[in-house]
């Protein structure tokens, strides 16, 4: 089921797309006007300063550079953070948080700087990546991205006056030392902005979302974050998406459901409990699927104003259910297997029924009739390309057998 929510007021094309232009100048920190050799060193990385009149960011860069401060492996205050860049050989780190009496306003701000001034009323998709040095004693949930005309200018003891655009998943504490975290939203320009300040812009203490992680922590009591890929696009365009066909499976097996997006659009995945989802990236728009059990899955997609909604239903078989399921005077066979694209189905059901094939995505690639009448059909299919297939046997609305093939054409 597809429920168109609101309509925004921008033009939405459903032509060919053609990736949008990034705004932020130097994205993943690779430019420099020297190599850094010490932390307090983001002014060497190109269109890149501190947002803030005492913060002092880090840069990191291997691009022709080398020593302490060139990743993979970063070594500071007695210890080694091992961390890949998300693209290119550069990034940068702040200090989002830091949970001392006698440094309770010092937060870090990075600030980019756009290649142009934003354009008023156009909608903009917002996105970047962070990952939590590791052996640090805290990790936190507010980091946020401020979009704005002026240069340099957070007043760290009065943080809370500002208020950030791009915020984090809600409820979310980003924990990962190794996977890069995309934080991610759309934004709707004033018209002259030309800055994007990133960091924690909620008040501090109670506010600030954070997680002990290591009391025994040699790195005080701090969070530390790396920082890169960071990308602001104009949206132009609305694609028309459905998350597919519901998919049938076996216990123990993947499928694939969605289908590929490219407007800039965010997707969230979740099931009807609201529990663990057992995908592989609840945030994409076409991804795999492998619960433990028959999933229903709720996804939203969502660009600016416009939400769109729609439903898949991932069904698991247990092989010994199957069988259970097969009614006492039913038998089905289909064979050789190994095939050629030709087989032959001998079945004995009651009722009419169908044979379904699908590939092992899940994607119908043939479904043919069985009549009650009957009780051997020849299954051809010439536009089977050698490989698995999956095919069930549905009578009354119920899978009562489910199996393999294998196609390997002479």
Same mark, same amino acid.
């Given at each position: ?21 990034? @705004? ?10 020297? %190599? ?8 060497? %990385? ?10 002092? %960011?880090?840069? *990191?860069?291997?691009?022709? %550079? ?10 500071? @205050? ?50 970047? *990546? ?23 200018? !957070? ?18 504490? *980003? ?54 890929? !960071? ?47 057992? @995908? ?18 709720? !996804? ?14 991932? *069904? !698991? ?52 009739? @069985? ?40």
């Amino acid at each position: 089921m597809k429920i168109k929510i609101t309509i925004s007021i921008f033009i939405l094309s459903l032509g060919s797309y053609t990736k949008a232009q990034n @705004l932020v100048l130097n994205p993943s920190f690779e430019q420099h006007t020297q %190599c850094p050799n010490t932390e307090s060193q983001i002014n060497y %990385c190109n269109s890149w300063v501190n947002g803030d009149l005492h913060g002092t %960011c880090d840069y *990191y860069s291997a691009n022709n %550079c080398a020593g302490n401060f060139s990743p993979p492996y970063i070594s500071r @205050l007695g210890v080694t953070w091992v961390q890949q860049p998300l693209s290119g050989l550069s990034y940068a780190g702040f200090i989002p948080y830091y949970n001392m009496s006698n440094m309770a306003s010092y937060i870090e701000y990075p600030q980019g700087e756009f290649v142009s001034p934003l354009v008023i009323n156009q909608l903009y998709y917002m996105e970047f *990546y962070i990952n939590s040095a590791s052996q640090m004693q805290y990790y936190i949930h507010d980091i946020s991205a401020l979009i704005t005309d002026t240069s340099g200018f !957070v007043n760290t003891s009065n943080v809370q006056s500002y208020t950030p655009q791009i915020l984090p998943l809600s409820g979310k504490v *980003y924990t990962d030392t190794v996977k890069w975290m995309r934080i991610n939203g759309y934004y709707t320009a004033h018209g002259g902005e030309k800055y994007i300040i990133i960091g924690n812009f909620a008040l501090f203490g109670s506010e600030t979302k954070d997680s002990i992680i290591n009391f025994n922590s040699q790195l005080g009591s701090a969070a530390y974050y790396f920082i890169d890929s !960071v990308g602001v696009y104009p949206v132009t365009q609305w694609d028309s998406w459905n998350a597919g066909v519901d998919k049938y499976i076996t216990l123990g097996d993947s499928a694939q459901i969605g289908n590929p997006s490219s407007d800039y659009s965010i997707f969230s995945w979740v099931t009807s409990t609201n529990g663990i989802t057992y @995908l592989s990236d609840s945030t994409m728009p076409q991804i795999w699927s492998k619960p433990p059990a028959t999933t229903t899955y709720y !996804v939203t997609k969502t660009q600016g104003t416009n939400i769109l909604q729609d439903t898949v239903t991932v *069904y !698991v078989t247990n092989g010994a259910g199957i069988k259970q399921l097969m009614p006492d005077n039913a038998k089905i066979n289909l064979y050789p297997n190994p095939n050629n694209g030709t087989m032959m189905l001998d079945y004995s059901i009651n009722d009419d029924a169908s044979l379904e094939i699908t590939d092992i995505t899940g994607n119908l690639v043939g479904t043919y009739n @069985l009549p009650a009448t009957e009780t051997t059909m020849k299954v051809q299919s010439n536009n089977l390309q050698n490989g698995m297939y999956l095919y069930r046997v549905i009578s009354n609305n119920v899978v009562i057998k489910l199996g393999k093939i294998v196609v390997m054409q002479q």
